[in-house]
């Protein structure tokens, strides 16, 4: 049973930078496609983007473009959002997702989550 796990969120000032971790277990990292969602509270999870198998065919929503950078470690079945210049906006649970054929911003197409992770950014 493939099993997600994140890590790193925290508080950080506005300006400020954070990496998250998502750790796949009970499967290989490279047969999945990644996603990084998140969500504020009262409002949807949203897409903040997707990594394909390889690394390659990365997709970022425009709110985080520029700002965000996905990464995937398959060798460690580690993936990597890398979160720079964070805004109050940004605060939110973060979560991960993965699966073979998942893309795409509907959270119905996506198979495994983690359990998040909260990023909180102050002024």
């Known amino acids: 049973q493939v099993k997600l796990v994140e890590s790193g969120g925290g508080l950080v000032q506005a300006g400020g930078s954070l990496r998250l971790s998502c750790a796949l277990s009970g499967g290989t990292l490279s047969d999945y496609r990644l996603g990084w969602f998140r969500q504020a509270p009262g409002k949807e999870r949203d897409l903040i983007g997707a990594i394909r198998r390889f690394g390659g065919g990365i997709e970022y929503a425009d709110a985080v473009k520029g700002r965000f950078t996905i990464s995937k470690d398959n060798a460690n079945n580690t993936g990597i959002l890398d979160m720079k210049d964070l805004k109050r906006d940004d605060t939110a649970v973060y979560f991960c997702?993965?699966?073979?054929?998942?893309?795409?911003?509907?959270?119905?197409?996506?198979?495994?989550w983690g359990q998040g992770t909260q990023v909180t950014v102050s002024s």
């Open positions: 997702a993965a699966g073979q054929k998942s893309w795409g911003p509907d959270i119905r197409n996506w198979d495994y």
